[in-house]
């Protein structure tokens, strides 16, 4: 299988509520985000009105940009407890992926992985079941 990946960065801050550790203080990341679109067959893409803008591109970076980014920046340097009740690096990523799920057919039949870096040593990563 053949996949490409884009890489957006966003930082927040967050502390968690309840939470009997270090991180139940407020505290900030610069997060990294990962984006892997798997290849999917034109006409699925085609039917949602996208068509390909060069032979033998899985899609365009720039289209995945577009549709990813302004998800990125509703997170962009946010208290993440004034979003999500519990601001776990799992809750940020199913949040992505939801997001881009809801984007399109193709989006949601494309998407492979989405991996949020908390640390350059800890992240959470949601991965298309096959």
């Not at 960065?9 to 309840?18: E, I, K």
């Not at 006409?43 to 803008?53: A, H, V, Y």
Request: proline content about 5%; aromatic content about 12%.
């Amino acid at each position: 299988m053949l996949t490409v990946t884009k890489k957006f960065s966003f930082c927040y801050g967050h502390h968690l509520p309840d939470y009997d550790g270090k991180c139940a203080t407020y505290h900030g990341h610069n997060s990294e985000v990962e984006v892997e679109v798997a290849e999917i067959p034109d006409e699925i893409w085609e039917q949602d009105g996208f068509l390909k803008t060069y032979p033998s591109m899985t899609i365009d970076f720039t289209v995945i940009k577009a549709y990813v980014k302004p998800i990125i920046d509703e997170l962009d340097h946010k208290n993440l407890n004034d979003i999500f009740a519990h601001p776990t690096a799992e809750t940020i990523t199913e949040h992505i992926v939801n997001k881009i799920k809801a984007i399109n057919r193709a989006f949601e039949l494309s998407l492979f992985r989405v991996r949020v870096t908390e640390t350059p040593t800890s992240w959470a990563e949601w991965k298309r079941d096959y």
